[in-house]
C-alpha cells in the first residue's frame, strides 16, 4: 500500500514532522502481550483487590445492587457498543430512541419536566446545576449543606472557583443529622442556589418541600443531589416536592461498582429552564414522510455551535451506562423498582436496630434513612473497620473520619437487596465480637 | 426494484414503539430474592411526608423479553464499528476490543468499591499507576491525572492548572493575564473549556496552507494578558503543525504556556513526544487513541499530561508507588482539587491499559503508521473527485470539501447521506468551521485495504451520482428506517419525553376497541 | 417507495463476501504467547510423511476485525428469537434467557474436563442428578438418561431400550418383535430412529379427527410382531391423544410397549405427567420445552426417561446419589449401553436446570398455560379467514391450511414467505404431511398480547392481499437481502463448499487489476 | 385474554386431557429462585468441581486450547443463537453462509472433498461413519483399532448393534503404540471399513497412508477418527492419505471443556459418496435475480423427507458449536492453527522428554506422537494421580486403568499451548517428589 501512493518506507509517512521532534528509539513501554498472558495479568490484578471478594456494606455514593443478566446482555450488541454520538440520525435511531426513554425515565423517578442525555457522574452533575443556577439567577451565592458528600462538595468547589460564585456550606445538625433547617436559615436575596443531598451524606432524608420554599421565598432555586437513586422507587419525588434542578449518580441503576467508574450522571429540570441545561438533549422529529424519529435538538445551546458561550464545555458523555441505566429501570420496571427499595429499607432497618443492641454501638442521628446509616462504635472506626475486613472478611462501613476527622468513631453502613440476612446477621456479630 | 409491489410499512421490528406505549399493567420483567428479615412498616420508617405517592407513575411494567426484543429491534436501527468502517474525522472510530471488554468485567474490578481501603484495592491502584507510566513515556509528560471522564473534562483540568500555575508565578499580577488564544479551527470543547475556566478567548486565524498563523500569534502575544494557547496537533485538518516548536516558544515566550488538544495524538503515538515538543500539557483521549468504546457516546477517560513543574497543580488524589505499595496522595496543597468523585471513569482505564499491553510498543507505533498510511491512501483516491483544500499529504485524517459537486446544488450533508447507502458511516461534516463544506474523513487503522478501496469506490460513484443524478443523491438515505428529518421543527417545539395520555395501556386500549 | 431512483447495490453489508473471498496472505487476527521451551526439530519429534504438506491451503488468512465484521455482517440477515416472534410449530422457539447462559459460562463448569475423578466433579454431577429428578418428577417416568445429544438421540435410546427389553423379556422368540407402529402424522425423526433400532415401522392412520385411529391400531396389534408404538402427544396436530390410557392399553396387552415423542411436552408440564398416562419411556428436547437455545440447528438435549421396569437399560453411565456423594454407576449389565460419549451436552443441562429453578414449580405449569392460552387465541383469531382442518380445540399449537388461498394460486409457501415481510418468522409449513398444505402454528409462552395481535392482523392482512393483489404474495418476501433461491437447481448439481480459483488473494487481484 | 377466547379459568385450556390423567397438585419441583439465589446456588456448585480449578494435564478427547474471546462475542449474537434450523433461507442467509464456511473449513483441515454441517460429536460422528460405511460398501464386516478411544468404540458398538456390523477390535503394537500394522492384517473381503484414530488414544500417530491401500487393495473404506483436531495444523491431512471417511471431535476448535459437551462432530468424505452422508448440506443458489445465497441441500438423504430410509435419523445437530469453530478457525486462521499445533508438539516433547528423566518414570510407546502421551509411573496411577491433584492441586493426567485395567501404572498426558513452562515444571517436580 505503502507504494500505491508513491512512498517508500513508512518513516516517509510522517514527513510532516520535523526530524528533530521525531521519536528516535522504540517506545519504553512493555511488549506485547498475548491474549492468554493479557487475562493472566488481570485474574492477578483483579484478586488483589481483596475488598472485591469481601461481603460488603460500603455505600458512600457507590451502591451494590443487583444487575439483571440482561443489562450486560443488551449494551454489549455491537449496535450500541460500538456506535459514537447520534450525529447521524437516519442510522442511529437505536441510540436516540433510547435516551429518549432515557430522558423520560429520569423525568418520572425525579418528578421533572425534562432531563438530559446524562452527564459525566453525579457529582459533575451537581457542579453544572450550580452553575446553571447561577446562569438563571444571575446571582452568585450558593449555599450548600455540609451533609452533600464530601467528594461532591470538593468537585464543585473545583468547577465554580473562577466562575465568581461564592460557595457557603450550612452545617447539618448534630441530633437529627439533617440539614434542611440550617440551609432555609442562610439564604437571603443574593442566593442563587442552595444545594442540599436526600438522602443526604449520613443516610437521612431531608425535608425538600420546606427547602423549596424557603428557597423559593427568596427567589432562590433549590438544587437537589441524590447519589442513592434507588431512593426514588419510594421517597417523594424532589419535583413533588418543588425542586428547581435534580442531580443524580445514576450507577444504582444497573452499573457495577467497577471501582468508582464509568457511572452517570442524570440532570433534570423544568421546562422553562430547557435553554440553560448543560449536555445533549434528544427530541421527537419527523422526516418527510411523517414516520417519528428522534434527533439531538436544541444543539444551539452546545459547545460545537456556541462555543465559549455554550452551557457546558461537555460533549463526549456517558451514554452506554445511561443505556445501561435505561435497561435496568425497564427490566426491573415499576415494581421492581419499588421493590428493590422496600427491600433495602426493611434490610437496613433491620440491620441499624441489630447493630444499636449491640453493647458499645449507638445511631448518632435521628433523622429518618433510606438504606444507609451512620453507627458509632466503641473504638476508632478506622481501626474497627479494618479489623473487620481482615479477621471476618467483611467491609463494614466507611470510616467518617476520612472525611471528617472529628468523627474518629463514626462510620458509614449501606445496606441493599443483595445483602442477605445472613451477611447482615454475620455483622451483627462480628461486631459484638471485636 | 420490486415496482408496483407495494411494500410492507407494517414490520414490526422497525416499527418498534416506545416502551411505553408497549406498558401493560401488571407485567413484571425481574425477580428478588424474598425479603429475608422482619418487616417494619414503612410509616414507622418514614414519615408519610417522605413518601413517594405517585405510584411511579408512567414507569413501564414489561416483561423480560420485551424489554430484550426492544432492545435488540432497536439496536438494528444503529450503524456500528463493528458493523464496518466509521469514518468520522476527528472521533478516531477504531476497533473496540471484545478482549478489553472481558478484562473491565474481571470480577475483582466491577465488583470493587472505590471507597474500600487502600491496601485491600491494591491490584485497582496499580492498573492506574501502570497506565499513569504508559501515558507519560507516550506523550512524554511525566506528570499524570486519570481522574478527567473526557476530553472536555480533560481540558477544562489542564486548562484550571494553567491558571493555577500562573496564579502561583505571577500572585496578584496574575489577574491580567485572562486571555486563551485558540485557532478558529480548534474543536467547540476548546473555548468552552477555557471559559469555564474564567478566561476569555481570542482566535487564531491559520494560515492558507491549514497552520496557525504565526504572524497572528505574535500579534496577539503582544499583549501581555496571554495565559496560554490551546492547540490540536495534528490539529483538526489532519495537519502537523510544524512548526510547533517555534509557536511553543513564542507563547512561553510572551509569558503564557501551551495547552495540547490530544484528541489526535493517534497520529503521534510512538513516532513523537507533545512534550519534546515545548507543550506543557495536553489530554488525551482514551475513548480515541486508546480505543475505549464509544458507547453511543460516551463513556470516555480524558487524562490530563503534564510537565514536572504543572505536576503539583493536578488534581488529586494522585497515585502514587512507594515501594511495592500503590497510595493515594490527597496532600497536595496546590492541587486544583478534584474534578470527579472517586478516580475517574476507572473501567477505561482498564480498557486503555489492556489495549497498550496487547499492542505493545511497537504494536503500538504500527498502528500509528496504518491510521496515517490509511489516510493517505483515501487523499490520494479521492483527489481526482474532490476538493482537497489543503496541499499538505495528510496525517491520520483528510479533509475534502464539497466545491466541486456544490456546483450541481449537492452539499456535503447529500454525500454525507448518499454514502450511508453504500454501507458506510458518513465522515464528520462541517467540522472544522473554517473549511467550507468540510468532509473530515479519518479511516483509522482499523480497515484493511479492501474496505479502504470499497468506500473510495463509493465516493467516486458519489461524485458521478452528483454529476449525472443529482436527485439521487439530494434524496438520500433511501434505504434506512426513516429518511431525513426536520431538525429545525423538533427544535423548535421541542418534545423531550414521553407523556403519558389518558390511556395508554395496551390491554385497556385493546379491551375498548 | 422511492420511485424512480435506483437502490444501491454496493451496500457492503448486505453484499458481505465468504471469509475466503476476504482473505489476504500475511494477515493474522490471533497472538499466542511466546513458545517457552526449548524448541526441538519437527522432523526429530515426527516423520516428514506424517507431516502436512499443503501449508492448510485455503485456510484464510484475516485481522481480528475481518472477522469480526463478517461475522457480525452475516448476522444481520438472520431472524431470531430475540427480534421477535418465531411460531414454527413442533419447535418450541420461547425466549431464552441470558441468565442461563451465564450459568453455563462459569468457570467452574466450563472448565471442567469431564475425565477428572469423580470427587473433583461433584457439582457438576449435582447438577444432573438434580435436574434427572426434577425431569422425573414432571414425566412421571423415574429412569432417566441425559446422555442424548437431541430428540432424535433419544429416540433411538429410547427405542433400542424398548428392543433390549423385549429381548430380555421374550429370549429368542423376541425376534418375531420387530414391528414399530407410527402414525402417518408423526415427526420423521420417529420413523428413521426406529430403523436404526433394527424395527420395520407399520404407519398408523389419524381419525378426520386428528387422532389415533383406534380401530387400525387394534388391527395392526392383532399379528404379535408389534414391539412397540411410537406416539407424540400432543400430536403433531397440537391435539391432545385423550385415548391415551386405551392406546396404551392396546399395545401392551399386545405384548409392545408405549414410546412417547416428548417434544411437544411444553403442552403439559406441571399439567398432566406421560408416566401416568402408560407411557413406558420418553424423550424430552430440553432445547424445546426447557428452553435451551437453538442455535441455529442445535446444539440440543434429549434426555430419555423410562418406566421403573426400563431402567435397567438405560445408557450406562448412570449418575445415582449415595447419601452425599454423587457416582457414576458403569456397572449395569443390562445397559444398551453408550450413546455417546461423555455425559451428553452437559451445556444444556446446566441451562435446563437453570430455567427449571427459575420457573418454579408454579412458573412451569403458568408457561404451559400460557402457551397454550396463546395458541388458543391464535386458533381463534384466525380462523376466520383461514381453514383450520380439525375442529377440537388445539393445545400448545394449532394446525391451519392453505385450502382458501390456494383457490387464487396463493400456497402455504407463498402465505409463510408474504410473513416475513411483515417481520415474522413463518410457522412451520408442509407438517405434519398428512395435511394438505399445513401451517402449523406455535406462539409458545414468550409473546404477550400485543405480538399475537399484530400477527393475526398480519395474517388476515395476507388472507386479504391473497384475494385483493396475489401478486404480492406470491412474489414476497420483498424486503430481504436475496429473494427465494433456486433449491432445487442447487440440489440437481451441488456446490457445498468455496473452492480456490487461481488467484482470489485480494491483494494479489489488486496488483494485477 | 382467556376471556377474549371465551374461557373462564385456565384449566379450561386442558379440557380435551381426560379430568383422570391430569395432575391434581403441584409439581413437586423447587420452588421459584430469582436471579441471585439462582447465580449464588451454582457458583457454589462450581466451586465443588475442584478439577476445573486445578492446573491440568487431561486430554484424552477433551482439550483445554485457548479461546480467543470474540468467539464467545460472535456466538452470543442473539441472531445466531436465538435463530433455529435454517429452513426459511431468505432470513437464515448468516446461519447458511457460516455453516457453508464451517462445511469448507473442515473440508480443507481434513483434506476431504465436502463435510456435513456437523453431527452431534467425534463419537456418534464416528459411529454414522460405520454405518455409512455398510451402506456403501455393502459389507457387514468392520475392523477398528482398539487404540480409538474407549468411549468412541463404546457408542459404535451401540449405534451398530442391530445393523448387522460385525464389529472386530484390531489390537495395538504393544512397543509402538500403533495399530496400523494390526489393522492391515486383519482386512479380508467381507471388510467394509477399516476404523481407525490417529493420533490414537494413546496419543500415537498412525501410518493412515498405509492403511488407505491396504484398505483400497481389498475395496474396504478407510475411516478416520480424529478426536485432537488440532493435529490437523501439523499433521499430514487424512484426506491426502487416502481416507474415504473423516470424522473429527471438533471440540478443540473454539469449544470450552464443559465436563464433556457440546461439542461438534466433523464428518467429512468423498464427492461420490455426497449422496450417502448423514447430517445436513448446504449449498450454493441462486435467486431470481442472479443473486448468489445458501440453501440446505439434498435433503432427500434426510428423515424429514425419507423417514425410515434416510441416511441418519439426526436432525437438530451441534450448529452454535460448529459456529464457535468456524469463528476459531477464521480467527485463528492458517497461522494461528499452524502456530498452536506446532507449540502443542514442541510443549508435549518437552514435557515428555522431562517425565522420562524422573527416576520411577517412561515411556512406554515409541511411536511418535503430537501432544499426548502415555506415561508409565513407579506405582498405580490411580493413586499416583489422586495425590497429585490433591497435593499439588494438578491434574497430572488420566489413568489409563479407568479403561484397561492391565495398565494399572500407565497414564495419559496431554500438554496444549496453555500449559505454560512454569506449569510444565512444577508437574516434573511434583512426580520427582511423589
Ligand atoms: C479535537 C477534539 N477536541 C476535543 C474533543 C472533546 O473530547 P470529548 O468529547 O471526549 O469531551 C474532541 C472530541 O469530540 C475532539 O475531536
Ligand atoms: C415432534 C418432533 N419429534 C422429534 C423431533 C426431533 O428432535 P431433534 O431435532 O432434537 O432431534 C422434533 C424436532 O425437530 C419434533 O418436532
Redesign the pocket.
Known sequence: MLEAIGLKSAEQLFDSIPQELRLQRPLNTPAALSEIELLDKFDRLGRRNAAAQRISFLGGGAYSHYIPTIVDHIISRSEFFTAYTPYQPEISQGTLQTIFEFQTLVCQLTGMDLANASMYDGSTALAEAVLMAERITRRSKVIASAAVHPQYLEVVKTYVQHAGIDLELANFDEKTGQSAAALAEAIDDKTAALVVQSPNFFGCIEDLKALADAAHAKGALLVVAITEAMSLGLLQSPGACGADIVVAEGQSFGVPLSFGGPYVGLFATRDKYARQIPGRLVGEAYDKKGRRGFVLTLATREQHIRREKATSN???NEGLIALAATVYMEAMGKRGIQEAAHQCLQKAAYTAKRIAAVKGFSLPFTGPYFNEFVVRGPLASSELLSRLAKEKAIEGGIALSRFMPDRANDFLVCVTETNTREQIDSLVSALSEL | MTSGITKVTTHISPNEQLIFERSQSGRIGYRLPALDVEESSVDDLIPKAFQRDDDLAGVPEVSEVDVVRHFIRMSTWNYSIDVGMYPLG??TMKYNSRLNERVARIAGFANLHPLADEEDIQGALQVIYELQECLAEITGLPGISLQPA????G?MTGIMIIRAFLDARDGAAGSARRTMLIPDSA?G??PASAHLSGFSVKTIRSTAEGLTDLDHLRELCAHGDVAGLML?NPN?LGLFERNIKQICDIVHEAGGLVYM?G??MNALVGVARPGDMGVDVIHL?L??TFSTPHGGGGP?C?PCCCTKELEPFLPVPRIVKNDDTYRLDHNEPKSIGRVKAFFGNYGMMLRALAYTLTHGNDGLREATEAAVLNARYIADGLTSDYDKPFDSPPMHEVVFTDKRQSRKGVHTLDIAKRLIDYGFHPMTIYFPLIVQGAMLIEPTESVGRQELDQFIAAMRSIAQEAVENPELVLNAPHDTRIGRLDEAAAARKPVLRWKQEPSTDYAEKQAKA
Not at chain 2, 473526557?150 to 473534562?153: E, P
Open positions: 461537555i460533549c463526549t | 476527528s472521533c473526557a476530553g472536555a473534562h481540558e474543536h470543547t476548546n490540536t483538526t488538544d484528541a489526535n483521549n475513548h480515541k470516555g480524558g
